[in-house]
């Protein structure tokens, strides 16, 4: 298996890596490390984010290592001055033995890696992918199903424009699968691009509006925030409330499937704390305690 210099998209992971990250996650979870004391991780976030700099804080943190961030980096990097993120990734290149990047423009984490001397770990770029997240979802849906193959997938929401499902998709076409199943409004549709990649691979797939009725039939409900800042008020409001997952809904999914999210979750999931604490197949927050420990594995594997 070959090491990772840079992660910027989901294809770059064999079935091999993933395996791999899965058990080292595995492995992790169970003790102490302190493999990469001396080294620094910078967290460079132009974007918001809670769950992922929080865990890839925490990853490197616990490995021994240190962190550098900035809050915004949108907002308190010379970014706000002008600099452009090329001279911004050769600065901080020479500061840190890797950067996490988030950034709103699609392809700035290609663009970082190739010209950074340090590695590049894509932390969402725009809508483009977020392949640490397709990660630690494949994890999630391996240590709640057993296995991460011959699954009928939902992704339920704006396919269009959230980066986690394509990266996702691209993880589970490197399997053979059920079925995938792209549930969005037409103007959210999943990408062309996505769609042509799973045909060309030989990966069932299918896409409708319909919520209720494929809920009895998937094995994972993978649901998603409409991507409120990257569309235009009316889109929006038009499709904020186009799927809900409640009480009622959940009556509607199988006793062994789970129901996934990315997080944050905003009027999509509407299931009382109660039921998400007890339920076995609300999946979410163990799927983000899972991104702690595949993250801490990718550093691992990348900075050892
Ligand atoms: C996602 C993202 O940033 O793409 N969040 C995350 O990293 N868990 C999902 C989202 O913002 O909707």
Redo the contacts with the bound molecule.
Sequence with gaps: MKRLRHLVEAQQLTPEHITYLCAQADELRKGHNETLAGKILAAVFY?P?T??RFSFESAMKRLGGDVISTENAAEFSSAIKGETLPDSIRIIAGYAHAIVLRHKEEGSSQLAASISPVPIINA?DGRGQ?PT?ALLDVYTIRRELGSSHGLRVGMVGDLKH???VRSLTYLLSKEPQEELVFIAPPELAMGNDIKAHLTEHGTTWRETPEFERELPKLDVIYM??I?KERMDPKTYEGNKDRYRLGSDELTLVKPKARVMH???KIDEIQIPIEIEQKDPRIAYFRQAENGLYMRMALLLHMLQ
Excluded: D, F, N, W
């Design positions: 974007e984010s769950r992922t969402g977020h997240q959230g980066r986690t998603t925030r991507q990315p997080l944050p």
